[in-house]
């Protein structure tokens, strides 16, 4: 059974950190893409950061570049994502997905094509970051 599990969420203030986690199982890690997606509230979902499954390769959406790093350790088949500066926009519910890596693009994986995350097989169940202003 394919599992991918979150944690690390919570509340924070405004320009504090944290860090999440993906703990994946079921898989073969090491062929995946694995990617953060976050939802707020009455919006919908939207991409994040995504890293490739061996070259380390990395994709983040603008509004997080130069504050969100994403990594992985294949041996321990987890994905985390820091998250420095945070401000109250980046309040939501953060899931990790994972997909096939066969695209010559992670951004083309990472993002959606037609309105859906074709490049994702996979979703946890998501953890909530709250940060207040």
């Known amino acids: 059974e394919v599992q991918l599990v979150e944690s690390g969420g919570g509340l924070v203030q405004a320009g504090g950190s944290l860090r999440l986690s993906c703990a994946a199982s079921?898989?073969?890690?090491?062929?995946?893409?694995i990617g953060w997606y976050r939802q707020a509230p009455g919006k919908e979902r939207e991409e994040v950061s995504c890293?490739?499954?061996?070259?380390?390769?990395?994709y983040y959406r603008d509004s997080v570049k130069g504050r969100f790093t994403i990594s992985r350790d294949n041996a321990k088949n987890t994905v985390y994502l820091q998250m420095n500066s945070l401000n109250p926009e980046d309040t939501a519910v953060y899931y990790c997905?994972?997909?096939?890596?066969?695209?010559?693009?992670?951004?083309?994986?990472?993002?959606?094509?037609?309105?859906?995350?074709?490049?994702?097989?996979?979703w946890g169940k998501g953890t909530l970051v709250t940060v207040s202003s």
């Open positions: 890293i490739s499954s061996s070259n380390g390769a990395t």
């Open positions: 079921g898989f073969t890690f090491g062929d995946y893409v």
């Open positions: 997905a994972a997909g096939v890596d066969y695209a010559p693009s992670i951004g083309a994986l990472c993002r959606p094509f037609g309105g859906q995350y074709v490049g994702m097989d996979h």
